[in-house]
């Protein structure tokens, strides 16, 4: 009887946890849509090529050495030796889910921090740097900076960060502020759209192509976070941990209405207007705002720490304009800015972390993150050249990079 319900708890748990990571995976395509809608007409194919090919890059990466680097100390047969069986047999301590479903569920959170980076880069970027770079980001970063997380491992083998009171729950710092440290090493080097900065300090809009498009990435994002958060609770085949999966939805989904009514208020205040894509990244860093810990707090304080997050990045994005840090759709606000914010609230509802940990811990992710990417941009810059010409930029990236046009009908050189 009792092994009959270990098997039953067995499938809950690993179906959960496989379809938890299909949501996750279909952030893929609200990241896509998101930054689609917010590029110009004429980067369109270029963005969606991007995005489509880095998830693919991602998953073979993460399969060929990341996972090993952040979960097996670089055994690199880990994934054959380790990952493929089916966690109940032929163990100690039986698994409570497949290991595969680990592998899967862990694989779509890699792609997710590269896709942050796409949009930071956007409308002026090389497609094969951008790719070649998200081979040594899903690769070796972002599973170096994981084995000192979640894998548990000491960093550079002086201290462990779970030691000294760090908690990421579901990686506002691990995934969405790693995603930002890396872009914003890119941007630094690859410089500014042309046309969006002028003399005297004047900063110039370029409005997205397709907000319908825009609106609908964000909501598909949304949807997807239940499974990034909620499955990072790793079950759901008892009443206590039912309950948490339950507590967890609840509350991302409260952190993104008040991200997105702050940013909105906020931007009728300071704008004058109901500005859409600061409501759109207002509900965005409600949702990174709450990833670090949506298990403890109540509703209400997710809520309040949503707001927050929206208020924030609706300041953060106004301030790296004045700062000349172009990001088209505001990915370093979002993820980086309110991914350090969500980790800084942590301890107001966790017992079990610390403010000194927390600070540790983003300082951790964020300077090897942005170190390492540094590095990896800068040899490519001298290699291949990270941006397109300026001719190739006014024309589009999608003709030059991609060989074809988005909206071929409408466009003046169909014409």
């Known amino acids: 009887m009792e092994n009959q319900i270990f098997e039953l708890q067995y499938a809950l748990d690993t179906f959960y946890f496989l379809v938890c990571g299909a949501l996750v995976m279909w952030m893929a395509a609200g990241f896509a849509m998101l930054e689609a809608g917010l590029v110009r007409s004429k980067n369109t194919t270029e963005i969606l090529t991007k995005n489509i090919s880095l998830y693919a890059v991602a998953c073979t990466m993460y399969m060929v050495c990341g996972y090993s680097i952040m979960y097996g100390g670089g055994d690199l047969t880990l994934f054959l030796s380790g990952i493929v069986g089916d966690g109940v047999t032929g163990a ?129 994002l949304w949807l997807g976070w239940f499974g990034f958060n909620g499955g990072s609770v790793l079950a759901t085949a008892t009443v206590e941990s039912a309950n948490a999966v339950a507590v967890v939805f609840m509350n991302t989904n409260a952190a993104a ?38 298990s403890t707090p109540t509703p209400a304080l997710a809520t309040l720490f949503g707001a927050i997050g929206g208020v924030l990045v609706v300041f953060s994005i106004v301030t790296l304009d004045k700062l000349k840090i172009d990001d088209p759709v505001g990915a370093i606000s979002v993820h980086g800015v309110v991914g350090l914010l969500g980790l800084l609230l942590v301890p107001f509802t966790n017992d079990a972390s610390s403010f000194s940990g927390q600070i540790i811990g983003a300082l951790t992710i964020f300077v090897w993150a942005f170190g390492a990417s540094f590095v990896a941009w800068f040899v490519l810059k001298q290699i291949m050249g990270l941006r397109v010409s300026e001719e190739e930029e006014y024309e589009g990236v999608d003709l030059s990079e991609c060989g074809m046009e988005a909206y071929p009908e409408f466009s003046k050189t169909s014409a």
Do not use: C
């Open 92 to 220: 100690e301590e039986p698994a409570t889910y497949a290991p595969s479903a680990d592998f899967y569920f862990q694989v779509v959170f890699v792609a997710t921090a590269m896709s942050i980076v796409s949009g930071a880069v956007a409308e002026r970027m090389k497609l094969w740097a951008f790719l070649v770079f998200a081979v040594v980001m899903t690769g070796f970063i972002y599973p170096m900076e994981g084995a000192w997380t979640w894998g548990g491992e000491a960093v550079f083998g002086m201290y462990t960060l779970g030691d000294l009171g760090f908690s990421d729950f579901a990686g506002s710092g691990i995934v969405h502020m790693a995603g930002a440290a890396a872009a914003l090493a890119g941007v630094m080097l690859l410089g500014a759209r042309k046309g969006k900065y002028g003399k005297n300090g004047q900063i110039n809009a370029i409005p997205g192509a397709n907000l319908p498009l825009a609106t609908l990435g964000t909501f598909v």
């Open 257 to 294: 209405a008040g991200g997105l009514i702050a940013a909105l208020v906020l931007a009728r205040i300071m704008f004058g207007k109901a500005d859409l894509t600061m409501a759109l990244n207002g509900a965005l860093a409600g949702l990174v705002a709450i990833t670090a810990e949506p």
